[in-house]
């Protein structure tokens, strides 16, 4: 992508959520999915979510949230290791496979520790499926089950959000492009995203999508404080 044009003077207010997805051990440096420098997007989201804290606006946390049999694991498939490309006909698992991560009650799958949870309205869990990926915040890969986040955004008649976390080529992308979907004005903090870049070229492609799309992008100092 050539440059990125971000936005200016957003004054928030309770139609607005801060969506941050992922934000768990298990993506930032040290966990089994490590995305590099997933931990220097920390600082940047607990300040924007502070801010929205005082204008009244929604806070949502995502969590992946997996069985240990998920199929998203290599290691549920004899001979394949992680960063393999698999794509199930369906579209429900792939384009790679996954090494082991989020599983339900490990420490891996806990925020971390320095994410200011206390500020979330909201957390939605994803992923429960063993047979089927949830890269989006919002419904499963193959599009037949919801989370509930969306119920929950009209319940309190979200119109615009705010999509930030990990990774920035999957979760953050497909939560992204539902939001968009389902009718919200998407605002893509890139600075507060990281990506995996699996396979090579994926974050220029998602970022590409995502402003042809008709996405925004914004960044802390897009807010008026
Ligand atoms: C994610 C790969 C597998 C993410 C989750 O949060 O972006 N990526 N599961
Ligand atoms: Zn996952």
Not at 2 to 30: C, S, W, Y
Not at 101 to 121: M, P, R, S
Not at 163 to 179: F, K, S
């Amino acid at each position: 992508m050539e440059r990125i044009d971000f936005e200016k003077d957003i004054e928030l207010d309770k139609k607005d959520a801060l969506i941050i997805v992922d934000m768990q051990n298990d993506f930032i440096p040290g966990g089994s999915l490590a995305v590099e420098e997933g931990d220097l997007i920390i600082y940047g989201i607990n300040q924007l979510a502070k801010l929205l804290k005082k204008k009244k606006a929604t806070i949502v946390l995502t969590q992946d949230w997996h069985p240990k049999n998920h199929l998203s694991f290599a290691s549920n498939h004899p001979g394949k290791n992680p960063g393999d490309e698999f794509m199930s006909e369906d579209g429900a698992i792939g384009p790679v496979l996954w090494p082991d991560h989020c599983v339900q009650g490990t420490k891996g799958a806990e925020f971390h520790k320095e994410v200011k949870t206390k500020l979330a309205d909201k957390i939605i869990q994803k992923g429960m499926n063993p047979n089927v990926d949830s890269y989006s915040g919002f419904q499963d890969n193959d599009k037949k089950s919801k989370t509930g986040l969306k119920k929950y955004l009209d319940s309190k008649k979200i119109k615009h959000i705010f999509v930030c976390g990990l990774a920035l080529d999957y979760c953050c992308y497909y939560t992204a492009m539902d939001g968009f979907d389902f009718g919200y004005e998407v605002f893509f903090l890139v600075n507060l995203t990281r990506g995996v870049d699996l396979p090579v070229g994926n974050v220029e492609n998602a970022l590409n999508n995502l402003k042809n799309t008709g996405i925004k992008f914004a960044k802390i100092e897009s807010f008026i404080q």
